[in-house]
């Protein structure tokens, strides 16, 4: 059987199995999941979901299903409770979501990976860093965003606004609407000194150095937020890049990420193109014990459309036969060009405007002129 080059796919087909090569590399195993789950699972954790909207049908026995909305989702219940076993798994799924563009649902493609259960600071390190190597894997130039969500979480907890102000608060925070941040924080009661604490999270540096300082700033004298400094701390010095910058902004969508947040970004995509963090509060949700969980996914759809695309035809070569031709005969022909390395299209005649790097006719086995 005839190895299959790289350079020969496209660059996403290219990019997929680096993925997978790099993950299997690091102990990641394969792990593959229906298109469909129960409907009622999905309403059981709807809260969990970016969107609230699942496109649902009724299967040949009348059960509701739902196609598949969030990958990790799913993941998570299939784990055992206890997480006595550390679980390092990789995908590469399809999910639906609501699309206002298509009136409708539409198919995303993910790639992505989890680990579950006894996860120690190095395995949380190590998801990170798979992450900037995800990234970096493109060949475009890149960003991975770290935060730790318990550094606005406790905050907010210590200050203590009305219920009524904490969407529009973390909204701002999201924004890095620092204006108004402040007029909010003042209409909800909150100190001056509160304000100042939060305003320090909203207009940090990105830099790795100088958000740490503005972190602790912030932080005073809050034991959760000192900690989730730290942590955020020693997870940066374990990955030593240049691409990494810390952003308190990251504010989760969805009610199951707790401590570190992960948001990546390649030259070319206007969209985030990866997202993830830690998910030990979903665990919990579904009753599987206090294990720790952290993960990301990757959306492909989003990096295609800053991915080159080959030139059409412009490196294959042309077999031309004649439609008398006895097929094994003209088989052989292309065999024997492939094991030449070349990529063959065997046609009656040559399409219109195409391009191509040899033109071969059958007869006479010669090149002809391009």
Known sequence: MQR?????????????????????????????????????????????????????????????????????????????PGGAELRRLYYAENVFRPSAQAGGFRELSQMGLECIGPVTEYAAAEVAFLAERSLAATGRDYALELSHLDLLGALLEELAPPPGALAALRACVKQKNAHDLAQLAGEAGLSAAGTERLLALVSAPGTVDGALRAARRAAGDNAAMRRAADALDRLCGALESAHTRIEFSIVSDTAYYNGVALRGYVEGAPMPVLRGGEYGKLLARLGKGAQRA????????????????????????????????????????????VAEGARVTALTEAPPGARFARVVRLEREEEVPC
């Open 4 to 80: 299959i080059e790289l350079p020969a796919l496209r660059p996403l087909e290219a990019l997929t199995l680096a993925l997978r090569r790099l993950y299997e590399q690091y102990g990641y195993a394969p792990y593959s999941m229906t298109h469909m789950e129960e409907y009622a699972f999905y309403m059981e954790n709807r809260n969990f979901l970016d969107q609230p909207e699942i496109a649902v049908f009724s299967d040949l026995d009348g059960r509701l299903m739902a196609l598949k909305p969030d990958v990790t989702l799913s993941i998570a219940r299939s784990i055992p």
């Open 294 to 337: 952290i993960g990301f996914a990757l959306y492909l759809g989003e990096l295609a459309r800053c991915l080159p695309e080959p030139e059409p035809d412009g490196g294959g070569t042309l077999l031309l036969y004649d439609a008398a031709d006895a097929p094994a005969h003209v088989r052989a022909a292309a065999a024997r060009l």
